[in-house]
Protein backbone atom coordinates (compact mmCIF):
# COMPACT_ATOMS: atom_id res chain seq x y z
CA UNK A 1 0.00 0.00 0.00
CA UNK A 2 1.41 3.39 -0.99
CA UNK A 3 -0.10 6.74 -0.30
CA UNK A 4 0.93 10.26 -1.67
CA UNK A 5 -1.81 13.23 -1.01
CA UNK A 6 -5.46 12.35 -2.22
CA UNK A 7 -4.82 9.50 -4.30
CA UNK A 8 -3.16 6.04 -3.83
CA UNK A 9 -3.99 4.21 -1.09
CA UNK A 10 -4.68 0.85 -3.02
CA UNK A 11 -4.26 0.81 -6.60
CA UNK A 12 -7.14 0.40 -9.56
CA UNK A 13 -5.71 -0.02 -12.75
CA UNK A 14 -5.90 3.83 -14.03
CA UNK A 15 -6.46 5.70 -11.01
CA UNK A 16 -6.23 5.47 -7.51
CA UNK A 17 -8.51 4.38 -4.87
CA UNK A 18 -8.64 6.27 -1.77
CA UNK A 19 -9.83 4.34 1.30
CA UNK A 20 -7.87 5.05 4.00
CA UNK A 21 -10.13 4.52 7.12
CA UNK A 22 -11.66 1.59 5.65
CA UNK A 23 -8.68 -0.37 4.84
CA UNK A 24 -7.72 0.22 8.94
CA UNK A 25 -10.69 -1.13 9.92
CA UNK A 26 -10.61 -4.46 7.73
CA UNK A 27 -7.23 -5.13 9.22
CA UNK A 28 -8.23 -4.30 13.01
CA UNK A 29 -11.20 -6.61 12.29
CA UNK A 30 -9.80 -9.39 11.00
CA UNK A 31 -6.52 -8.74 12.97
CA UNK A 32 -4.17 -8.92 10.13
CA UNK A 33 -2.23 -6.87 7.98
CA UNK A 34 -2.08 -6.16 4.33
CA UNK A 35 1.28 -6.62 3.01
CA UNK A 36 1.10 -5.60 -0.69
CA UNK A 37 -1.36 -3.94 -2.89
CA UNK A 38 -4.74 -4.93 -4.21
CA UNK A 39 -5.47 -4.40 -7.59
CA UNK A 40 -8.87 -3.25 -7.85
CA UNK A 41 -10.61 -3.69 -11.43
CA UNK A 42 -13.66 -2.18 -10.30
CA UNK A 43 -17.03 -2.34 -12.28
CA UNK A 44 -15.30 -5.46 -14.05
CA UNK A 45 -16.83 -8.09 -12.50
CA UNK A 46 -18.75 -10.01 -15.14
CA UNK A 47 -15.28 -9.76 -17.64
CA UNK A 48 -13.00 -10.73 -14.63
CA UNK A 49 -14.56 -12.88 -12.52
CA UNK A 50 -15.79 -15.54 -14.82
CA UNK A 51 -12.56 -17.86 -14.46
CA UNK A 52 -12.48 -16.84 -11.09
CA UNK A 53 -11.73 -20.20 -8.48
CA UNK A 54 -13.22 -18.75 -5.59
CA UNK A 55 -17.02 -18.49 -6.36
CA UNK A 56 -18.34 -14.69 -7.78
CA UNK A 57 -20.32 -13.11 -5.09
CA UNK A 58 -24.25 -12.80 -4.88
CA UNK A 59 -27.04 -11.15 -2.53
CA UNK A 60 -27.37 -8.03 -4.16
CA UNK A 61 -23.44 -7.30 -4.28
CA UNK A 62 -21.36 -8.96 -7.41
CA UNK A 63 -17.33 -9.24 -6.99
CA UNK A 64 -14.86 -11.63 -6.67
CA UNK A 65 -11.40 -12.27 -5.63
CA UNK A 66 -8.56 -13.14 -8.09
CA UNK A 67 -6.03 -13.82 -5.62
CA UNK A 68 -4.48 -11.76 -2.89
CA UNK A 69 -3.53 -9.03 -5.35
CA UNK A 70 -6.07 -8.57 -7.29
CA UNK A 71 -9.74 -8.39 -6.79
CA UNK A 72 -12.91 -7.68 -9.02
CA UNK A 73 -16.04 -5.23 -7.46
CA UNK A 74 -18.93 -3.30 -7.75
CA UNK A 75 -18.92 -0.43 -4.95
CA UNK A 76 -21.25 -2.53 -2.81
CA UNK A 77 -18.79 -5.53 -2.61
CA UNK A 78 -15.43 -3.68 -2.17
CA UNK A 79 -15.32 -4.52 1.73
CA UNK A 80 -16.08 -7.73 1.02
CA UNK A 81 -13.61 -8.63 -1.31
CA UNK A 82 -10.80 -6.94 0.11
CA UNK A 83 -11.33 -8.91 3.37
CA UNK A 84 -10.83 -11.87 1.22
CA UNK A 85 -7.98 -10.12 -0.35
CA UNK A 86 -6.41 -9.58 3.23
CA UNK A 87 -6.68 -13.18 4.06
CA UNK A 88 -5.25 -14.57 0.77
CA UNK A 89 -2.08 -12.22 0.89
CA UNK A 90 -1.71 -13.78 4.78
CA UNK A 91 -2.03 -17.35 2.85
CA UNK A 92 -4.98 -18.26 3.90
CA UNK A 93 -7.76 -19.48 1.13
CA UNK A 94 -10.09 -21.07 3.74
CA UNK A 95 -13.17 -22.52 3.86
CA UNK A 96 -16.54 -20.83 2.68
CA UNK A 97 -18.10 -21.42 5.46
CA UNK A 98 -15.62 -19.30 7.55
CA UNK A 99 -14.01 -17.05 4.45
CA UNK A 100 -17.61 -15.87 3.45
CA UNK A 101 -18.61 -15.87 7.30
CA UNK A 102 -15.64 -13.26 8.08
CA UNK A 103 -15.75 -11.30 4.93
CA UNK A 104 -19.95 -10.63 5.20
CA UNK A 105 -20.04 -9.76 8.59
CA UNK A 106 -16.39 -7.58 8.57
CA UNK A 107 -17.00 -5.90 4.85
CA UNK A 108 -20.81 -6.34 3.71
CA UNK A 109 -22.29 -2.67 3.38
CA UNK A 110 -19.10 -1.27 4.94
CA UNK A 111 -19.07 1.95 5.16
CA UNK A 112 -21.96 3.01 3.66
CA UNK A 113 -24.74 1.07 3.98
CA UNK A 114 -26.21 -1.08 6.58
CA UNK A 115 -26.23 -4.97 6.96
CA UNK A 116 -28.26 -7.69 8.00
CA UNK A 117 -28.03 -11.74 8.63
CA UNK A 118 -31.08 -13.24 9.78
CA UNK A 119 -31.72 -17.17 10.59
CA UNK A 120 -34.56 -16.64 8.59
CA UNK A 121 -32.52 -16.37 5.39
CA UNK A 122 -30.64 -19.97 5.41
CA UNK A 123 -31.47 -23.22 6.29
CA UNK A 124 -29.14 -24.21 8.85
CA UNK A 125 -26.63 -27.65 8.55
CA UNK A 126 -24.69 -28.55 11.65
CA UNK A 127 -21.97 -26.56 12.57
CA UNK A 128 -19.13 -30.20 12.03
CA UNK A 129 -20.69 -30.32 8.52
CA UNK A 130 -20.75 -26.39 7.44
CA UNK A 131 -17.15 -26.16 8.93
CA UNK A 132 -15.23 -28.64 6.70
CA UNK A 133 -17.30 -27.69 3.07
CA UNK A 134 -15.54 -27.01 0.34
CA UNK A 135 -15.43 -23.93 -2.00
CA UNK A 136 -16.16 -26.45 -4.83
CA UNK A 137 -19.32 -27.47 -2.93
CA UNK A 138 -20.23 -23.65 -1.72
CA UNK A 139 -23.87 -22.40 -1.53
CA UNK A 140 -24.73 -18.81 -0.27
CA UNK A 141 -26.80 -20.64 2.31
CA UNK A 142 -23.12 -21.77 3.72
CA UNK A 143 -22.16 -17.95 3.36
CA UNK A 144 -25.44 -16.78 4.85
CA UNK A 145 -24.80 -19.74 8.16
CA UNK A 146 -21.13 -19.04 8.89
CA UNK A 147 -22.05 -14.78 8.42
CA UNK A 148 -24.78 -15.85 12.01
CA UNK A 149 -22.08 -17.42 13.16
CA UNK A 150 -19.49 -14.94 12.45
CA UNK A 151 -21.71 -12.17 14.07
CA UNK A 152 -22.53 -13.84 16.97
CA UNK A 153 -18.77 -14.81 17.62
CA UNK A 154 -17.53 -11.45 16.90
CA UNK A 155 -19.83 -9.69 19.73
CA UNK A 156 -18.41 -11.62 22.78
CA UNK A 157 -14.77 -10.28 23.23
CA UNK A 158 -14.06 -14.28 24.62
CA UNK A 159 -15.17 -16.29 21.29
CA UNK A 160 -14.23 -13.56 19.32
CA UNK A 161 -10.81 -13.86 20.30
CA UNK A 162 -11.17 -17.62 20.12
CA UNK A 163 -12.48 -17.20 16.25
CA UNK A 164 -9.65 -14.81 15.21
CA UNK A 165 -7.11 -16.98 16.55
CA UNK A 166 -9.13 -19.86 14.75
CA UNK A 167 -8.92 -17.76 11.41
CA UNK A 168 -4.73 -17.01 11.83
CA UNK A 169 -4.07 -19.97 11.73
CA UNK A 170 -3.99 -22.21 8.39
CA UNK A 171 -6.94 -24.22 9.64
CA UNK A 172 -7.68 -26.15 6.67
CA UNK A 173 -5.17 -29.08 7.22
CA UNK A 174 -7.18 -30.85 10.05
CA UNK A 175 -10.39 -28.15 10.36
CA UNK A 176 -11.71 -30.26 13.81
CA UNK A 177 -8.26 -30.18 14.90
CA UNK A 178 -7.31 -26.29 14.45
CA UNK A 179 -11.18 -25.61 15.63
CA UNK A 180 -10.38 -27.77 19.01
CA UNK A 181 -6.77 -25.75 19.44
CA UNK A 182 -8.33 -22.46 19.16
CA UNK A 183 -11.88 -22.46 21.20
CA UNK A 184 -10.87 -25.09 23.78
CA UNK A 185 -13.99 -27.04 22.78
CA UNK A 186 -16.02 -29.42 19.93
CA UNK A 187 -17.69 -28.42 17.19
CA UNK A 188 -20.93 -29.31 19.02
CA UNK A 189 -20.60 -27.39 22.43
CA UNK A 190 -19.81 -24.38 20.72
CA UNK A 191 -22.57 -25.14 18.26
CA UNK A 192 -24.99 -25.48 21.44
CA UNK A 193 -23.40 -21.96 22.52
CA UNK A 194 -24.17 -20.67 19.34
CA UNK A 195 -27.50 -22.16 19.54
CA UNK A 196 -27.84 -20.68 23.44
CA UNK A 197 -26.76 -17.41 22.93
CA UNK A 198 -26.90 -15.95 19.42
CA UNK A 199 -29.90 -13.68 18.56
CA UNK A 200 -32.45 -14.69 15.39
CA UNK A 201 -30.85 -11.45 13.53
CA UNK A 202 -27.71 -9.06 13.58
CA UNK A 203 -26.99 -5.81 12.00
CA UNK A 204 -23.59 -4.91 11.21
CA UNK A 205 -23.22 -0.96 10.32
CA UNK A 206 -19.35 1.17 10.13
CA UNK A 207 -21.38 4.28 9.85
CA UNK A 208 -21.10 5.11 13.55
CA UNK A 209 -17.61 3.99 14.23
CA UNK A 210 -15.79 6.46 16.78
CA UNK A 211 -18.64 8.59 16.86
CA UNK A 212 -20.16 9.70 19.93
CA UNK A 213 -24.42 9.64 19.41
CA UNK A 214 -26.32 12.55 19.67
CA UNK A 215 -29.13 12.72 21.43
CA UNK A 216 -32.05 15.12 19.77
CA UNK A 217 -33.89 15.15 22.43
CA UNK A 218 -31.63 17.40 24.13
CA UNK A 219 -31.02 19.60 21.32
CA UNK A 220 -30.16 20.12 17.64
CA UNK A 221 -27.33 18.18 16.08
CA UNK A 222 -24.94 20.64 13.68
CA UNK A 223 -21.87 19.32 12.13
CA UNK A 224 -19.79 20.93 9.76
CA UNK A 225 -16.47 19.78 7.63
CA UNK A 226 -14.94 19.49 4.60
CA UNK A 227 -15.14 16.38 2.31
CA UNK A 228 -11.31 16.51 1.34
CA UNK A 229 -7.91 14.54 1.17
CA UNK A 230 -6.89 15.25 4.64
CA UNK A 231 -10.14 13.60 6.10
CA UNK A 232 -9.56 9.99 6.73
CA UNK A 233 -13.02 9.02 5.56
CA UNK A 234 -13.43 10.86 2.56
CA UNK A 235 -13.02 8.01 0.16
CA UNK A 236 -13.74 6.98 -3.17
CA UNK A 237 -12.73 7.42 -6.74
CA UNK A 238 -14.22 7.87 -10.35
CA UNK A 239 -17.70 6.16 -10.01
CA UNK A 240 -17.35 5.00 -6.09
CA UNK A 241 -19.30 6.10 -3.35
CA UNK A 242 -18.21 8.52 -1.44
CA UNK A 243 -18.40 8.76 2.40
CA UNK A 244 -17.23 11.57 3.77
CA UNK A 245 -18.62 13.68 7.32
CA UNK A 246 -20.80 11.35 9.58
CA UNK A 247 -22.54 11.76 12.54
CA UNK A 248 -24.78 9.69 14.74
CA UNK A 249 -27.72 10.56 16.44
CA UNK A 250 -30.25 9.24 18.68
CA UNK A 251 -34.06 9.87 18.82
CA UNK A 252 -35.67 8.56 22.00
CA UNK A 253 -39.49 8.50 20.40
CA UNK A 254 -40.90 8.70 16.78
CA UNK A 255 -40.64 12.21 15.84
CA UNK A 256 -41.04 14.94 13.05
CA UNK A 257 -37.54 16.18 12.40
CA UNK A 258 -35.84 19.02 10.08
CA UNK A 259 -32.92 18.03 8.11
CA UNK A 260 -30.98 20.00 5.97
CA UNK A 261 -27.74 19.90 4.21
CA UNK A 262 -25.97 22.94 2.96
CA UNK A 263 -23.11 22.06 0.58
CA UNK A 264 -22.32 22.19 -2.77
CA UNK A 265 -22.50 18.71 -3.77
CA UNK A 266 -23.90 15.36 -2.63
CA UNK A 267 -26.51 14.02 -0.80
CA UNK A 268 -27.05 13.44 2.98
CA UNK A 269 -28.12 10.35 3.28
CA UNK A 270 -30.02 9.19 7.02
CA UNK A 271 -29.63 5.35 7.68
CA UNK A 272 -31.37 3.87 10.92
CA UNK A 273 -29.35 1.06 12.45
CA UNK A 274 -31.47 -0.60 15.15
CA UNK A 275 -34.67 0.06 13.79
CA UNK A 276 -36.79 -1.57 11.02
CA UNK A 277 -37.71 2.30 9.05
CA UNK A 278 -36.36 3.01 5.86
CA UNK A 279 -33.40 5.20 4.90
CA UNK A 280 -33.82 9.31 4.04
CA UNK A 281 -32.01 11.73 2.12
CA UNK A 282 -31.58 15.08 1.64
CA UNK A 283 -29.75 16.53 -1.75
CA UNK A 284 -27.01 19.29 -1.01
CA UNK A 285 -28.83 22.95 -0.57
CA UNK A 286 -32.15 21.61 0.49
CA UNK A 287 -34.59 21.04 3.83
CA UNK A 288 -36.65 18.88 4.53
CA UNK A 289 -38.92 17.86 7.34
CA UNK A 290 -40.14 14.24 7.88
CA UNK A 291 -41.03 11.72 11.19
CA UNK A 292 -38.58 9.08 11.74
CA UNK A 293 -38.75 5.98 14.27
CA UNK A 294 -37.55 6.40 17.69
CA UNK A 295 -33.82 4.76 17.54
CA UNK A 296 -30.34 5.38 16.70
CA UNK A 297 -29.61 6.96 12.87
CA UNK A 298 -26.34 7.73 11.28
CA UNK A 299 -26.12 10.60 9.00
CA UNK A 300 -23.43 11.34 6.20
CA UNK A 301 -22.70 13.24 3.48
CA UNK A 302 -22.20 11.05 -0.04
CA UNK A 303 -21.75 12.13 -3.11
CA UNK A 304 -21.06 9.95 -6.35
CA UNK A 305 -18.82 11.82 -8.13
CA UNK A 306 -15.63 12.16 -10.95
CA UNK A 307 -13.04 12.46 -8.67
CA UNK A 308 -12.45 13.71 -4.82
CA UNK A 309 -13.13 17.73 -4.74
CA UNK A 310 -13.22 19.38 -1.50
CA UNK A 311 -16.18 21.19 -0.43
CA UNK A 312 -17.71 22.01 2.53
CA UNK A 313 -20.85 20.76 4.25
CA UNK A 314 -23.14 21.77 6.92
CA UNK A 315 -25.51 19.16 8.72
CA UNK A 316 -28.57 20.05 10.66
CA UNK A 317 -31.01 17.86 12.07
CA UNK A 318 -33.27 19.15 14.08
CA UNK A 319 -36.31 17.44 16.45
CA UNK A 320 -39.53 19.35 16.15
ZN1 LIG B 1 -17.02 -13.67 -0.53
Known amino acids: MESSGCTMTISAPGAGLRLPARLRRIEQAVGMSFHDRVDVFLYEVDQRCANSTLP??????????????????????????????LRLQNGIRGNPFFEEGIARAVGNGYPSNGWTVSRMDFSPSSLSNAAVEQWSEYSVDTSRFGAHFTSWALEDEEVAAQLLRFLASDYTGDVEASFRDAFGADFQSVEANWERSSEDAYFASGRCDGL????????????????????????????????????????????????????????????????????????????????????????????????????SYQIELLSM
Not at 76 to 85: N, R, T
Not at 265 to 293: H, K, M, N, W
Open 56 to 85: IESDGAAGCALDGQAIAADAGSLSHELVHA
Open 212 to 311: AVHDLAEGPLRVEGKVSCEDPYTEGNEGVLYLAGRACFRLPAAAQIRISAEAEAGLLSLLPLDCSDAGRSVFAGETQETAISGCTWSAAMTTQGEDIDAF
